[in-house]
């Protein structure tokens, strides 16, 4: 039993030692010895002795313990904890409270750890079979049945975030170095949030609960905010050494916040708006820093899922509802339906609102939710107020709701009734209650300051300052630059033009490093012999992570951007989109830096820069940089030895594991050594003049396939020409391996030989031949995938005309790499390099100029290569094969392609017309509702291209604003092979649109075969030109004539529609004509 606090049964008081207090000071004992007391019967109560979980049941001998319930619970013991700080005497309450927090949090720390293995495992793979369990024995602490899809991304996120909160305040959490090495790689599990589908907040995945995850931006938005606390921070407090700190990857962070922004409002693909953004754009994440953003989030949520007894989770969310099947753990098809209207609603967001009103100063809301929150509120025989876990509508009254929304009265769920308590829902009602009452101010809740507006985020929660941490925007907008040259001939070269450079002995003791040595001394971050955790994963270092000076076990270090690194992909050994990417990286640093001193970005000039015909692309940026500007923004060229002194300057400090220091030995960039002799500015043609490549015919290489291998080895100089000796190189390969041992090295090393040759040559076509040979794959191509499934878009790889697979899911590099290959290889060699340059250059693009994507909500990659391949004989006059474009330029095809409309092809024909638009995938606006409206009104479906498409269950599952229905649709279109009929597939759908909107009696009552409309129409058509002694051939002259006009494909279109829909319909509407215009 516990009891209220009174004079009568404190211990004495001696009166002459202090003054009495007021009687404000009364009543805030008072209501905190409430709380205490509340906290105490009703969340403490069932804590774990052991460990310190609390179950998610607090009836029965419930053994299950959530993460997320438990972190909120510690919240809520923390936060009251907090309050009593300003009591002078407080009866030792604070430091129970405290240690009653800590033990909650060690314990999940305690069940994280004994899964270190799974921790190590997902750092490479993002798999559902390597994630941390999201619940726990809750006395043990071991991992329960699998009765529950554990990848919950949020859930780590949020004890990662409160970790921090609670050391920030001044408590004790982590004790050991291998317990900070752990944490430090639970920060490498969260950094991939933004492409790692999930379960999200709800555990269920996506809304038809089928078992299958998605990207979902509430676990994007705590993983960033997660990030953004993490970084810079010492889990030993300001007792901590350098090595308790916490490394955070910025390109990480910036992708996760870029992908987070182009989701919302939406929460996922299947789930147009949900609750559980509301702790994401508000306490406890606060991670969208854009307030626009932010405020139509949240606004969102509210007109679409608010109640009179709390938020729906999600639209046609059957959990709790009378009609959801307990017995299976998945939904059937066409299921959702039967949730429509009748969703439970959820008090504890009327909590969050709360919370919410309190941190904006927002009084108004405040008093609105606390009043809808109030008649909500159980009470027990205690007088203690309890929170329902939802509210549901009862069997009998399920028709009147669904004819009528809030009409009907809900009763509360089993739990939060009595003795079984939604721990979850009463801790935010503890916390809002505490703020409420001014009990606890939001900055205390909030140590960090994450409620703060992105421009007012200072350091001040930071206890060492040599760390970094995300902050605002900083008022400083300069980029500092530094030119570095290869050699001192270089040099000397630069400075005939007045460009200061230095080579890497002149900025000594300063090192250059590729990234490469970067990723090898970070793999030491976060390592634990004990728990076999390697450290940071061998990931790429991005633009940002390579403009921060290093400090690294007693080295200062700058480390050049992966575009300088030629070992890589092929695509930087051309000049002109190298001097395009640079200036973009420039921008998106500028953009995206949130560090407190300047970026520092180097430029490293290497000789075959200028050996070329495109130098003076590379010399006018250079010159360019030199006058302080690119592109409008800020840029200061100096001495790298000057730079630092304003320089983000980032200390890497880790303790050397045992027998690792020979693996320390890092290879910083060293000076070139040539002759003294000017550089050669010879320029090469940048293509192989027309007698190398004409020296040999395909009858040469077939006649090497009979011949033994030793053999085949003197014919590779047979011929000069450089796709002669890949070609002979190709045939070695395959039959004996890429360690065959030549006259001259293995056949991988005379291949490398051969690639690195044609691309200072400028050779694209052997370039892209060797690089597919070698599969080689771009490191950003999974990020690039990244970024265009979050802006709605799919992705199908594969040749034209031949099989595809779509991409509808983030994937790991050697998914991806498995399908390029896979699909296109055996089809075209250089089709599968040729594909992740467009994946490429589209994720850079969509960012920028998204206009250019309007109505593709698929794009195809084969199919846009082949318009891109019709547009170069078409508008650019070029019969040169595509792959013998530079790089620049075929992006340069792509920009112009995309940019291109039908109305700017007037001086096309029609079929042209049709194919360009149809290989683009494009649709008219609001194409996918009008196919909605369509099914609709077709209750035996329809069929396009023998792809049905059913009315039931495909409207009872999803809605008219699901992306998944128009992916459905758009599935359907993928079994077209020629892009003018998809095209006018497309016409036909907006005809029948058209026709049913302006005819609402009608409707369809047999199956709609599309396809055979499209034959009917062609029929007609053909009559008609019969008559007139004109061509009919399909293949051209339907698809030339024009859709508009009275013989034009939507005249012949509608003509058959409207049969079809007056022959099917009842005969009251016989004499009534169909209106089509």
Known sequence: MFRARSLSCDPPIDLTKMEIPDDEYYQQTERLDYFYRLVKEQLLKYQSPTIGLFPIETIGRSNCSNVRDCVYTAVSVWALALAYRKIDDDYGRTYELEQSAVKCMRGILYCYMRQADKVEQFKTNQSEDSALHSSYHVMSGNTLPESEHHLQIDAVSLYLLYMVQMISSGVQIIYTLDEVAFVQNLVYYVERAYRTPDFGMWGRGNKYNTGKCEVN??????????????????????????????????????????????????ESSSKNTDASLIPTCSFPAFAVDNQELKTVTLEKVTRKLKGNYGFRRFLRDGYGTVVEDQNRPYYKPA?????DSIECEWPMFFAYMIIDGVFKGDDTQVAEYYNLLRPLMLQRPSGLSQMPKYYYVTRDHIESERKRAHSQIRLPSAQGQGSNIFLWGQSLYIIACLLMEKLLDKSEL?????????????????????????????KDMTV??????????????????????????????IQIWPHNELIKAYKYIGHSKKLNLTGRPSRPFGSIGTSKIYRILGRTVLCYPLQFDLTDFYMYQDMSLLVDDIKGLVAFVRKSWKMSGRPTFCILIKEEHFSGSQASEMLDMLVMFKMGDCNGIRVRVDRLQTLISQSFVEHLDFQVPDGCAAQLLFSPMTELNVDILPMNRSRRPSTPGPREEGEWTEQDLQELHHKPSWEIIDHIRQFEALNWQSHVLTLLLE????????DNGTVEERMNRVYAKAGIRKDWATVRYCASIMRKVIDSLAPSITTLLVRGKVITVGVFRQDERIITRPTTPAEITQIIYGMCQTHDIREAVIQQ??????????????????????????????????????????????????????????????????????????????QFDGALNRTPPKFYDKVWDILDR???GMQIADSYLPQQPTLSDMTQTDLNFALRVEQMFSAIAHPEYRQLMVELLTVISVILQR?????????????????????????????????????????????????????????VVAVHLLDESPSSFDAQPCQVS
């Open 938 to 940: 077709t209750p035996e």
């Open 446 to 474: 909030d140590p960090i300051g994450r409620y703060l507006d992105i421009s007012q985020r200072g350091r001040s929660s930071q206890i060492n300052t040599k760390y970094s941490a995300f902050e605002g925007t900083p």
């Open 335 to 339: 299921e959702l339906k039967s949730f």
């Open 837 to 914: 340059e467009m994946i490429i250059a589209l994720a850079k693009l969509i960012p920028v100029k998204p206009q250019l994507f309007d109505g593709m909500l698929k794009i195809r990659v084969g199919w846009l290569l082949h318009a891109m391949r019709n547009e170069l004989k078409l508008a650019w006059n070029d019969n040169e094969p595509l792959y013998c474009l530079s790089p620049h330029r075929l992006h340069e095809l792509l920009q112009h392609v995309l940019g291109t409309k039908m109305e700017h092809l007037s001086n096309r024909t029609w079929l042209q017309r049709r």
């Open 999 to 1055: 005819n609402p009696e009608l409707e369809f009552k047999n199956m709609v075969h599309m396809d055979s409309i499209i034959k009917e129409a062609y029929g007609h058509f053909k009559e008609y030109q019969k008559s007139k002694n004109l061509p009919y051939d399909m293949d051209s002259a339907f698809y030339n004539i024009p859709p508009a006009g009275p013989h034009g494909t939507t005249s012949y279109l509608a003509k």
């Open 735 to 742: 039959r004996e391996g890429p360690n065959f041992l030549t």
């Open 480 to 509: 500092q630059m530094a030119f570095i040259a290869e050699s001192t001939r270089l040099q000397a070269t630069l400075a005939t033009y007045g460009i200061q450079s230095q080579t890497p002995t002149q900025v000594e003791p």
């Open 217 to 266: 931006a509430s676990s994007i938005g705590m993983a960033k905010a997660a990030l953004e606390a993490t970084n810079g921070f010492n889990l030993f407090g300001r007792e901590g050494a350098s090595w308790s700190v916490l490394y955070v990857d910025p390109d990480a962070h910036g992708r996760n916040r870029t992908i987070l922004e182009s989701l919302l409002p939406r």
